[in-house]
């Protein structure tokens, strides 16, 4: 069965400080697609990244970046020198070809990150 | 229109009582779904139509139903509504199969 697994249910930092969220994922297809999705306390959900299951390179986006390693089942956001605008809960999803729901998501349970000043 | 809409933003609907929750894209993506959200539990798939004309359940589909009648709208019906279905509700559009998923501003109900 298809599963994301987000076993920190709430971080809190400083600003400044560096913090990774985790993600691990459960899949018996070999092609899938891995998401991170940001949702403020305005209540929105936005898209933060796709990646598929044959591209293991790591990504960087301004001060995120994600650690994707087959290996592990693992899919990992980190936020360098955090800000309180990244107050925000973050969810990991999976989808794959094998989904039974065609190409929904498969969502973790989300992360709350708290930033304070 | 811009991106995906949903109405109503908020409702409090007695117990027993039908609902329509209202959805619409205008970037003409083939794949449109229902979610809800609910605290501890993250997102949960209802209901997803992967083109016009066709639908589908997913995990939570039980007192829910859905229609696809034209690419751009996919209302959820709650055909009587019960305590449990209190929730937030997002719908949510993809281009093709595995693209993103953009997600409407969310229909926040309250049954009573």
């Known amino acids: 069965a298809q599963k994301v697994t987000q076993a920190q249910t709430e971080i809190s930092v400083v600003e400044k400080e560096d913090v990774t969220l985790d993600c691990v994922y459960e899949?018996?297809?070999?092609?899938?697609?891995l998401f991170w999705y940001k949702q403020p306390p305005s209540g929105e959900l936005v898209f933060l990244i796709r990646?598929?299951?044959?591209?293991?390179q790591n990504e960087i986006s301004g001060r995120y970046s994600w650690n994707f390693q087959k290996s592990t089942s693992s899919f990992n956001f980190t936020i360098t020198a955090s800000q309180v605008v990244d107050s925000a809960v973050y969810f990991c999803?999976?989808?794959?070809?094998?989904?039974?729901?065609?190409?929904?998501?498969?969502f973790g349970k989300g992360t709350t990150l708290s930033v304070s000043s | 229109i811009a991106g995906i809409t949903q109405a109503p933003t908020s409702q409090i609907l007695a117990a027993g009582r039908r609902m329509t929750l209202r959805c619409t894209q205008d970037?003409?993506?083939?794949?449109m779904y229902w979610y809800r959200q609910d605290l501890g539990l993250g997102l949960r798939l209802i209901h997803y139509?992967?083109?016009?004309?066709?639908?589908g359940k997913g995990e939570v589909p039980d007192g829910y139903s859905v229609s696809r009648a034209n690419t751009d709208d996919f209302p959820l019906t709650l055909a009587s509504a019960v305590p449990s279905q209190t929730s937030v509700y997002f719908c949510?559009?993809?281009?093709?199969?595995?693209?993103?998923?953009?997600f409407g501003p969310g229909t926040r109900l309250t049954v009573l």
């Open positions: 949510a559009s993809s281009l093709e199969v595995n693209n993103e998923q953009f």
């Open positions: 899949t018996r297809d070999t092609t899938y697609y």
């Open positions: 990646r598929n299951s044959f591209d293991e």
């Open positions: 999803a999976l989808s794959d070809l094998a989904n039974q729901a065609g190409t929904a998501l498969i």
């Open positions: 970037m003409r993506h083939n794949a």
């Open positions: 139509s992967n083109t016009a004309g066709t639908t």
